[in-house]
Nanobody, 126 residues
Framework: QVQLVESGGGLVQAGGSLRLSCAAS????????MGWFRQAPGKEREFVAN????????YYADSVKGRFTISRDNAKKTLTLQMNSLKPEDTAVYYC???????????????????WGQGTQVTVSS
């Protein structure tokens, strides 16, 4: 069993930056592919970025490509999302997720992930 806790959300102006973190705890000795999703009020949860078990492969949604960077530190059991050039449309609750069955071929759909954090709010003002 894995527990995930997001942190780092807040209020920023358009064009600003924010760094989100996800701390993992629970069972040791296993690694998971991980991803970030977000959900804005009245909208469906959408894929943001994912990363392979080793951190060697990453993939981004077109909407954030070139602005966001996903990374992980397996020794510290942390996942990070560096967000630059933020836009008002980035406003959402951001969720950290882990996939126990995949390591390299990482999914972009919510139902492909097994563990979720509670989310952290990101608000970007225009």
């Amino acid at each position: 069993q894995v527990q995930l806790v997001e942190s780092g959300g807040g209020l920023v102006q358009a064009g600003g930056s924010l760094r989100l973190s996800c701390a993992a705890s629970g069972r040791t000795g296993s690694r998971y592919a991980m991803g970030w999703f977000r959900q804005a009020p009245g909208k469906e949860r959408e894929f943001v970025a994912n990363i392979s078990c080793s951190g060697g492969s990453v993939y981004y949604a077109d909407s954030v490509k070139g602005r966001f960077t996903i990374s992980r530190d397996n020794a510290k059991k942390t996942l990070t999302l560096q967000m630059n050039s933020l836009k008002p449309e980035d406003t959402a609750v951001y969720y950290c997720a882990a996939d126990r069955s995949r390591c390299i071929q990482i999914g972009v759909k919510s139902d492909e992930y097994d563990y979720w954090g509670q989310g952290t709010q990101v608000t970007v003002s225009s």
